[in-house]
């Protein structure tokens, strides 16, 4: 018994080691590895708890942090981990409870009253956003903004909108405004709010193009609040036009601290190009996850909250899924929770709103493929992991050939499985400033629809670290 007990602390090392290397991979691995010989500990939960968290399998680390108490209900870490988990999962009342254990435990612990004090303002914050929610169709921020009374000060020499719209020169000048981290004015942030959500809202759900056989779509994965990775794509694959056209497939923002650069550029581009430059809506494009991860905190602090208000209202309106040529389907997550869906179905969706927490929708943004046939329990705590037997019978019956995806950080920046009908692409590199994952992006062409890769590692960027505008819980959270 000693010498397994032994065993399992050398192994507990070992993980410990990658851990602090941030190989969340290996951790994961040999920590799992000491649980097969010591399943009652709670400290290699907790640890890999942690590791999770890290690498965003939220559900698995709310499963190992409840693991951990059953193993010790007064392993304090354990009530922090499954309280960090839940915040993650935007389940505020289930994190509260706790904190509040912890902080009953530890009267003096300043940081843990420190947490269940913020938890508790958004569980309260939460409860008055739905009392004064009315069931009547809440007025548009549109409707109270007087964007023509908006005065540009005369000090202001960054670019402005020429007559209103957009232009190739104002996106230009706008990239290289914010590339000197210098502020577009509100009024021309809100010119191109407002315009947007007005292009966005006539599209469908499911938005389906054409790609003719002498033309190439280039389409990249999750930018996530990176802006210098996203003008070096612009770099190394041109300038979007009718002749260079994109599609970014969701998660255009937090975790980085550029988000308010990023979006604003891409919406620019879309306006300018609304029939080459096409967006999807990822999980991110939602407020749980804006007000836990940075972006809801940049827009208040680079503008304010009505700014944030409109952003959420104009994410409502991204599409949910792109089909190209009838043969490939583009969205952010995956596939479904059940069989029997269509394409006929996703246009349907009315997406305008928060996403449900099960259905086609979630599962669009959240859901993930996983080797082995079948479908499990999300890693992530929300809708699903699908299998190649899944992924098969939707082809067959959509008469599609693959679908291609993001959401998850590939080391490679990209990532083929199913029998090469699932790719995975994430345009993010070096994500969160510690991953060392490349970025990659994808061309497709008219003529075979065969998908031809294209990496890149991460480029400099000004000393402003990523979740600087986080939610505190998240910030000390992932410590």
């Given at each position: 018994?000693?010498?397994?007990t ?18 969340y991979?290996?951790a994961?691995k ?23 968290l ?7 680390a ?14 304090i870490k ?5 309280a ?23 009267p ?12 508790n303002k958004?569980?309260?914050q ?26 540009i ?17 104002f ?11 210098k ?15 007005d ?14 056989e002498?033309e ?51 919406f ?6 609304p ?9 991110h ?32 309106w ?15 997550g ?39 046939n ?25 008469k ?8 998850e ?47 890149f ?23």
């Amino acid at each position: 018994m000693a010498e397994v007990t032994n065993e399992a602390e050398l192994l507990k090392e070992k993980a410990n080691k990658f851990f602090k290397e941030k190989d969340y991979e290996n951790a994961i691995k040999y920590y799992t590895e000491a649980l097969e010989l010591n399943p009652s500990n709670a400290i290699y939960y907790s640890n890999r708890s942690l590791a999770y968290l890290r690498t965003e399998c939220y559900g698995y680390a709310l499963a190992d942090a409840t693991k951990a108490l059953e193993a010790d209900k007064n392993y304090i870490k354990g009530y922090y981990r499954r309280a960090t988990s839940n915040m993650a999962l935007g389940k505020f009342k289930a994190a509260l409870k706790d904190y509040e254990t912890v902080v009953k435990v530890r009267p003096n612990d300043k940081d843990a009253r420190m947490k269940w004090q913020e938890c508790n303002k958004i569980v309260k914050q939460k409860a008055f956003e739905r009392a004064i929610a009315s069931d009547d169709k809440k007025k548009s921020v549109v409707d109270s903004l007087d964007i023509e009374s908006m005065t540009i000060e005369d000090d202001y020499v960054g670019p402005k909108l020429e007559d209103g719209k957009v232009t190739l020169q104002f996106m230009k000048d706008m990239m290289n405004w914010f590339k000197d981290q210098k502020k577009l004015h509100r009024k021309c942030a809100y010119q191109i709010l407002v315009q947007v959500k007005d292009v966005l809202s006539k599209l469908p759900s499911l938005v389906e193009i054409t790609i003719k056989e002498t033309e190439k779509l280039t389409i990249c994965g999750d930018t996530h609040g990176q802006y210098y990775d996203l003008l070096n794509i612009f770099e190394l694959n041109g300038l979007p036009s009718e002749t260079n056209p994109y599609l970014f497939n969701g998660d255009f923002v937090d975790r980085g601290s550029f988000s308010v650069e990023v979006i604003l550029t891409l919406f620019g581009f879309k306006l300018l190009y609304p029939d080459h430059f096409h967006l999807l809506r990822g999980n991110h494009e939602t407020d749980n996850m804006n007000q836990m991860y940075g972006f809801e905190g940049e827009v208040k602090a680079k503008y304010t909250a009505q700014m944030f208000q409109l952003f959420s209202e104009v994410f409502q309106w991204l599409p949910l899924a792109q089909c190209i040529n009838s043969k490939v389907l583009v969205m952010h997550g995956g596939l479904f929770s059940e069989d029997g869906v269509t394409l006929e179905d996703l246009r349907k969706i009315d997406r305008n709103r928060q996403p449900p927490d099960s259905g086609p929708m979630c599962d669009l943004l959240w859901s993930d493929p996983q080797p082995r046939n079948g479908r499990s329990i999300s890693k992530r705590g929300v809708s699903c992991q699908f299998g190649p037997d899944v992924t098969q019978r939707f082809l067959e019956q959509n008469k599609l050939d693959y679908i291609v995806r993001s959401h998850e950080v590939k080391s490679e920046g990209y990532e083929v499985t199913h029998s090469e009908k699932v790719i995975t692409v994430f345009s993010a590199p070096n994500y969160c400033d510690q991953m060392g994952n490349k970025g990659a992006y994808i061309h497709l062409r008219g003529s075979d629809l065969k998908p031809e890769f294209h990496q890149f590692t991460a480029v400099p960027h000004p000393n402003v670290k990523p979740m600087a505008y986080a939610n505190t819980l998240m910030q000390l959270g992932m410590m």
